[in-house]
């Protein structure tokens, strides 16, 4: 059974950076595409960013394209999500999750089935 935890989170001040990761164990990585989601207080969860499972096709939210940078390592069954220009809009939890998909991806949450449980990161000065 996958499971997934993600790690990096923290407080931060606006401007600066921070690299999540999401680790995974149980099963591989290398058919599914994944996904980085967050939620912010009292506001429902929304999509960040997607990579494919190649990592060939990757996909940003306006809110944070140019930001925020998505990549993997299927050899180390990680994927990671450097932030940075951080700002306190992007206070949130943050989780990864997975989806069996043969190319390209979605940050739409319908289809994943494994998720981590999070990682907070807050942005504050």
């Known amino acids: 059974q996958l499971q997934l935890v993600e790690s990096g989170g923290g407080l931060v001040q606006p401007g600066g950076s921070l690299k999540l990761s999401c680790a995974a164990s149980g099963s591989t990585l290398n058919y599914k595409a994944i996904g980085w989601f967050r939620q912010a207080p009292g506001a429902e969860r929304e999509g960040v960013s997607c990579?494919?499972?190649?990592?060939?096709?990757?996909a940003y939210d306006a809110s944070v394209k140019g930001r925020f940078t998505i990549s993997r390592d299927n050899a180390k069954n990680t994927v990671y999500l450097q932030m940075n220009s951080l700002k306190p809009e992007d206070t949130a939890v943050y989780y990864c999750?997975?989806?069996?998909?043969?190319?390209?991806?979605?940050?739409?949450?319908?289809?994943?089935?494994?998720w981590g449980q999070g990682t907070q990161v807050t942005v504050s000065s």
């Open positions: 990579i494919s499972r190649t990592g060939a096709s990757t």
């Open positions: 999750a997975a989806v069996n998909r043969l190319s390209g991806c979605s940050y739409a949450e319908g289809g994943y089935g494994y």
